[in-house]
């Protein structure tokens, strides 16, 4: 089991900036690839950005290229979004969740929310 916790989300204008993390715990968590996912109502899950277990290999989606940057850092367990020039599209909860490759997603944090204004 990996238990997933995540953080920093809030409030923020349009133009602003939020770095969400993602505290991990159980099982190694350095063999997981890790993904951010962001939900509003009504909608189905979108996927944001991915980073594989080394940290080698990044994907985003193409809504978020550019303003967004996923890192990790296994030595404290934790990913990391870095979210820049935000938008209110960008609204929703985000999620991390972590899979044994990119796109698989086996365990869930609760996840934290991003309310962008304009």
């Known amino acids: 089991q990996v238990q997933l916790v995540e953080s920093g989300g809030g409030l923020v204008q349009a133009g602003g900036s939020l770095r969400l993390s993602c505290a991990a715990s159980?099982?190694?968590?350095?063999?997981?690839?890790m993904n951010w996912v962001r939900q509003t109502p009504g909608k189905e899950r979108e996927f944001v950005a991915a980073?594989?277990?080394?940290?080698?290999?990044?994907y985003y989606a193409d809504s978020v290229k550019g303003r967004f940057t996923i890192s990790r850092d296994n030595a404290k367990n934790t990913v990391y979004l870095q979210m820049n020039s935000l938008k209110p599209e960008d609204t929703a909860l985000y999620y991390c969740?972590?899979?044994?490759?990119?796109?698989?997603?086996?365990?869930w944090g609760q996840g934290t929310q991003v309310t962008v204004s304009s």
């Open positions: 969740a972590a899979g044994k490759r990119v796109g698989l997603y086996e365990y």
């Open positions: 980073i594989r277990w080394s940290g080698s290999s990044t």
């Open positions: 159980g099982r190694t968590f350095s063999v997981y690839s």
